[in-house]
Each structure stands twice: as structure tokens, then as C-alpha cells.
């Protein structure tokens, strides 16, 4: 399997346009989903894909996407700090702001969710090579 997705799939150059049609599939589901709960009147669902948003736009990618099925971890992530290079940081964050300073020092910080982070990114991606 393994050489076959390097020869038809990386090779070719075709993986970003494999993973965006896996993310048109996975979205497709929840979008279609979502249009069912607003028409049926249940409000909670919405508020809940808001707090998903407002965490994605966060930078917390995993809590974010964990939220839309677990509706506390969204409301955590988002009202917690957002990661230093994030849309939300760049646009809430003045620079050289109390704010900034504590998500820069947060996202520095040495500890077993940053290597646990990269393990899992590394895992997915596939590790950096050396320059």
C-alpha cells in the first residue's frame, strides 16, 4: 500500500488535491448536518459549531474539532488563549501586549502537550528533514 500512495499519489504531485477532497468529505457530513439542526430548531447545536469556530480561529485545531462532537471542549478552547500566530491573536492581540507576551511564552514553554504535538504532527505530516 505503502509504495503504492508514493507512486500514484505523492509522486505526481496529486496529495493536496487528495487531502482536500477528504476534506470536502469529512465537511460534507457535519455541513449537511448542521442545515438538518437549524431547520429542526435546536440552537444549541449552533452555538456550539460557533464555539468550534471562534476555537479554530484560536489555533487549537484538535480541541476545535473535538468540540463540534463534545460541545465542552469547545466552549475551553475558546474562551482560553489563542496561540501566538493564530487569525484570532493577530487581530485581538496588540503587539507587544500583555495578551501576545502570554500566548508567546505559553506556545514556547517546554512541556509533554508540545511534544506530544509535534509526535502526532510529525505522525500525520511526516517529520521535517534537516537543512
Do not use: C
Amino acid at each position: 500500500m505503502g509504495d503504492w500512495y508514493q507512486r500514484q499519489i505523492v509522486d505526481p504531485g496529486k496529495q493536496p488535491l487528495l487531502f482536500l477532497l477528504l476534506g470536502f468529505l469529512g465537511a460534507f457530513p457535519f455541513i449537511r448536518l448542521s442545515v438538518r439542526m437549524i431547520r429542526a430548531g435546536h440552537p444549541r447545536r449552533t452555538a456550539n459549531a460557533g464555539f468550534a469556530l471562534v476555537a479554530l480561529g484560536k489555533g487549537k485545531a484538535f480541541t476545535g474539532l473535538l468540540g463540534i462532537l463534545v460541545p465542552v471542549f469547545a466552549v475551553v478552547a475558546a474562551l482560553r488563549l489563542a496561540r501566538p500566530g493564530s487569525p484570532w491573536a493577530r487581530t485581538h492581540y496588540p503587539a507587544g501586549g500583555r495578551k501576545a507576551e502570554r500566548a508567546r511564552v505559553r506556545e514556547e514553554r517546554e512541556g509533554w502537550q508540545r511534544h506530544l504535538r509535534i509526535r502526532v504532527y510529525d505522525a500525520i505530516a511526516g517529520k521535517p528533514s534537516e537543512p
